[in-house]
C-alpha cells in the first residue's frame, strides 16, 4: 500500500494531464480523467482487428507506485479475457494478459496475483527498475501501450 495520500495522487496525475492529453490528441487516443475515483480511461483503435481497445489505470498512490493499467472489457473495469492484444517479440503485452512493464503496478507479483514479476522489488521502486521498458510519465506510459498495440497482431487466444 502506498504511503501517498489520494489528494496527493490527483496532483501529481494532474501535474501531468495537459502533456498526456496533448500526447493523445496527437496519436488518435480519447482521454478521460476521474478525479473522484482516481481513474484514467484511455481508449484507440486497435487496428489488425478493427476494435476499440481501452486501457484503465487505477492512479491511487501515484508516483510512490506505478499506475495498475489494465487492458478492459469497454465501458468497464473487468479486465478483458477476449481482447486482450497478443505480443509481437519484446511486447510489454505478457501472456499472463497483463501489461508487463515496471510502470504497471498489476505487473508486480505482491501487488497482483498474476503479475508476472517479483524480481523488480516490488511497486514502491519502479523508478529504479532497469530492466524492461521504461515510462516515468503517464504520456510516456500511453505511448509505450501505442507502439506496442502497434506491433501487436491481434488478440491472445
Not at 496527493?8 to 495537459?18: G, P, Q, S, T
Not at 476494435?51 to 507506485?65: I, N, P, S, T
Not at 508476472?116 to 522489488?121: I, Q, S, T, V
Request: with cysteine.
Amino acid at each position: 500500500m502506498s504511503s501517498v495520500p489520494p489528494s496527493m495522487a490527483r496532483a501529481n496525475v494532474e501535474a501531468e494531464l495537459d502533456g498526456a492529453r496533448a500526447w493523445a490528441g496527437r496519436h488518435g487516443w480519447a482521454l478521460d480523467w476521474g478525479p473522484g475515483d482516481l481513474l484514467l480511461r484511455a481508449a484507440t483503435y486497435h487496428r489488425p482487428v478493427h476494435r476499440l481497445l481501452e486501457v484503465v489505470a487505477a492512479v491511487d498512490g501515484y508516483r510512490g507506485e506505478p499506475p495498475a493499467w489494465r487492458v478492459v472489457e469497454l465501458g468497464t473495469l473487468t479486465p478483458t479475457v477476449d481482447r486482450f492484444p497478443s505480443a509481437a517479440p519484446n511486447s510489454i503485452f505478457h501472456a499472463h494478459k497483463v501489461i508487463c512493464a515496471p510502470w504497471n503496478r498489476c505487473a508486480y507479483k505482491e501487488y497482483d496475483a498474476n503479475g508476472p514479476h517479483d524480481n523488480w522489488g516490488g511497486p514502491s521502486g519502479w523508478l529504479q527498475v532497469t530492466e524492461g521498458t521504461r515510462a516515468t510519465t503517464i504520456a510516456e506510459m500511453l505511448a509505450m501501450i501505442d507502439v506496442h498495440l502497434r506491433q501487436s497482431p491481434g488478440y491472445m487466444s
